[in-house]
């Protein structure tokens, strides 16, 4: 397994492994397999033909599929125009409304009493459940509400919400209308939601007074007030009222429920290309600046109502599924708005954290819902583990068929406390390699069809083609590791970074000309499964949410007493990766440190200040305090380096170090300090 470990992977110094010689190792030992069940296998909506056809014919296996499964105003005529690539056009000449595919073709087709969602507030039993005919009640509405406040189609419009069924109801009336959503995680702060708004030129923002979080209203407002002052292309601000606590007013103001109850009931949906943009969505790259990556419509619905269909086993008419990302990241969109309601699905959508008011609400709410499709990140399952089996185990979790996993790797030990604890040691896990950019699953077994290995993602999902492939891009043999590619145009590929073609082309396709690459190193088993071993560029993966340390490092070295930072993601049992923060300090605030008990408060004062910068969820776990920072005499920082202080391991090779006493400067300072 040389081969990985003396790669020069991209965008990093030399020398620098993608992955550590022990987790290959650790992964080359595990050989468990699953194979499908029959009874599973019997009803299961994926098969092995579909790839057979696939294969045989890439465009005619999509076309298939978009007539199918999607419902087209007017039929697409060319399947796939590649001709300006790395720009795709998927269905080239088709309309279709991505709102109308999602709710109202299930209520003509006499499903209107059908429930869509299950709302689980987090306060308990603040539940409602909401069928079809409800939900489309509700998006014509506030689709007509949107109209009313000026914005047409083509119109891009920001979206902070809770999970509460407004953000469906919010993203659904955009799509009607055709006015491309941009939705920012509520955990983002108002500066990183004024940067999200100006770069996407949002005429309006639709948010909530606050949502509950830990057992208390969290206020959202504020926050989006700080954001739209002063030169802001924000015209006006809807206001959902979820929590009832006290809000500032100003003109730009309208409660969401005075503007739907204002509005006509009835919006029909705008028949768009099949190219029309659907949404932005940003997203940490390996600079500063986030990229608002953009999807459009056919080819993003199609693969999202595929893959939850074939992976997911969504059987609409019997299963209840429920995926507990949030709305706000690219998994809420393809898998809780976008895919199962294509499909026509039921689901759990629930606002809260899976410990509040206990540690085992997320487990109650599925008894309680005979939830039967379960799709979550592996840093919740380690978590849940953490708390032990015990917790589970109090509850009916008979319901459950289908487990999937998303996010980052999947290590087989949670793996297999996943199937045995949560799916009773019979129902199959897919875990599902993807990423904003691919807009759906790229690679993931197929249940009911492929076997089972704890720990790998497995195989490209029929229609899709990825490799692992060398520095050279040649497509590795089985038992080797690489970089993890792309080698074919997809339906839900990105159409690009919003307003910069260029730095769409230098980040994903100039890698490797013509192929697209998006930073994550991998490996193929003797079977020709794919291990995804995790990225090899600047971006982060703490449980699950994408961190680019540039910005972090950007964010700390804003602040008045940081004179340079760096920033890695140091291995962390519950979370995948951690932050862990080195800065230098200048000169003034050097003595402040020095001084009993300022370094704490110094440390706090850091933290909050990444929080207030990009948002809570990027606060360093640990702010380290050094003199000097490890240095390529080219003058690149060498965070391998620091990633094994923050580790606590042996410092590894210094020798391309442009002073190779740093690392002992920095190793004796922070002993010192213990
Ligand atoms: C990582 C989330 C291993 C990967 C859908 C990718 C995974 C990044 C998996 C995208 C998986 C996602 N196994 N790693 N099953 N799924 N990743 O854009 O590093 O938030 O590049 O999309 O998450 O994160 P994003």
Redesign the pocket.
Request: proline letters at 3%.
């Given at each position: 397994m040389g081969a990985i470990g003396t790669l020069s992977p991209y965008a990093r110094p030399k020398g620098e492994a993608i992955v550590s010689e022990e987790t290959l190792s650790n992964l080359l030992h595990e050989d468990r397999s699953f194979p499908p069940d029959p009874a599973f296998a019997a009803q299961a909506n994926g098969t092995a033909d579909l790839y057979e056809q696939a294969d045989a014919d890439r465009d005619g296996f999509w076309a298939q599929q978009a007539r199918t499964r999607l419902t087209w105003s007017k039929d697409f005529g060319q399947v796939l125009d590649w001709s300006e690539a790395p720009v795709a056009k998927w269905f080239v000449g088709g309309e279709l409304n991505a709102a109308y595919n999602c709710v109202d073709r299930h209520v003509e087709a006499g499903n209107g009493d059908r429930v869509a969602l299950h709302f689980v507030g987090e306060p308990q039993d603040d539940t409602r459940s909401i069928t079809y005919a409800e939900l489309l009640a509700d998006v014509q509405k506030a689709a007509n509400a949107l109209k009313d406040l000026g914005v047409q189609t083509g119109d891009r419009v920001a979206v902070y919400l809770p999970m509460i069924p407004e953000a469906v109801v919010a993203l659904l009336a955009c799509a009607r209308i055709g006015a491309p959503h941009s939705v920012v995680f509520g955990g983002f702060s108002s500066d990183a939601l004024r940067s999200r708004i100006s770069d996407a030129d949002a005429k309006v923002v639709i948010t909530a007074d606050g949502g509950y979080r830990r057992g208390k209203p969290s206020a959202l407002k504020p926050a989006v007030d700080e954001a739209v002052t002063g030169d802001s292309p924000v015209e006006h601000v809807l206001v959902v009222r979820r929590t009832g606590q006290d809000v500032a007013w100003t003109d730009k103001d309208i409660w969401w429920h005075d503007a739907l109850e204002a509005a006509d009931p009835e919006c029909a949906p705008v028949p768009v290309d099949s190219e029309h943009p659907l949404f932005l969505l940003y997203?940490s790259g390996t600079t500063g600046k986030p990229k608002g990556i953009l999807h459009t419509t056919g080819g993003y619905l199609l693969q999202a109502a595929y893959t939850n269909s074939v992976v997911h086993d969504v059987h609409p008419e019997t299963d209840v599924y429920w995926c507990t990302a949030d709305v706000g990241?690219?998994?809420g969109h393809s898998y809780i708005v976008y895919g199962p309601l294509a499909n026509g699905a039921t689901q759990v959508l629930y606002e809260g954290t899976p410990d509040t008011p206990h540690k085992g609400r997320w487990w109650e709410i599925i008894e309680q819902f005979k939830v039967s499709i379960f799709y979550t990140a592996p840093t919740a399952i380690r978590t849940c583990m953490k708390w032990g089996k015990e917790i589970p185990e109090k509850f009916d979790l008979s319901s459950i068929r289908v487990l999937g996993?998303?996010?980052?790797?999947?290590n087989p030990e949670a793996w297999i406390w996943y199937h045995d604890v949560i799916g009773a040691g019979k129902a199959p896990i897919v875990?599902?390699?993807?990423?904003?950019?691919t807009g759906a699953i790229m690679?993931s077994a197929l249940p009911g069809v492929t076997s089972l290995r704890p720990g790998s993602?497995q195989i490209a999902v029929p229609g899709i083609s990825v490799d692992v492939v060398d520095d050279a891009g040649n497509s590795v043999p089985n038992g080797s590791g690489g970089y993890l590619i792309v080698d074919k145009p997809w339906p839900a590929m990105l159409r690009g970074v919003w307003g910069d073609l260029q730095r769409f082309k230098d980040t994903y396709w100039a890698r490797f000309p013509g192929i697209y690459f998006?930073?994550?190193g991998a490996k193929k088993d003797e079977d020709g499964n794919i291990w995804?071993l995790?990225?090899v560029d600047d971006v982060m993966?703490v449980s699950?949410?994408?961190l680019s340390t540039t910005e972090i490092e950007s964010a700390l070295v804003s602040h008045p007493k940081v004179a340079e930072a760096a920033v890695v993601g140091a291995t962390d049992d519950t979370t995948g990766q951690a932050v862990c923060a080195f800065v230098i300090l200048r000169g003034d605030a050097v003595q402040e440190a020095d001084e009993p008990g300022e370094g704490g408060d110094l440390v706090t004062e850091l933290r909050n200040h990444v929080a207030k910068e990009i948002g809570p969820i990027a606060k360093p776990r640990q702010i380290m305090v050094v003199a000097e920072l490890p240095k390529t005499r080219s003058g690149k920082i060498m965070r391998r380096l620091l990633r094994d202080v923050a580790e606590n391991r042996e410092v590894g090779d210094v020798t391309t170090l442009a002073d190779s006493s740093v690392m002992d400067l920095i190793k004796s300072g922070l002993s010192g300090k213990d």
């Open positions: 997203t990241w690219v998994t996993s998303v996010g980052e790797p999947i875990d599902t390699w993807w990423q904003t950019e690679i993602a998006a930073g994550d995804v995790g990225r993966n699950g949410h994408r």
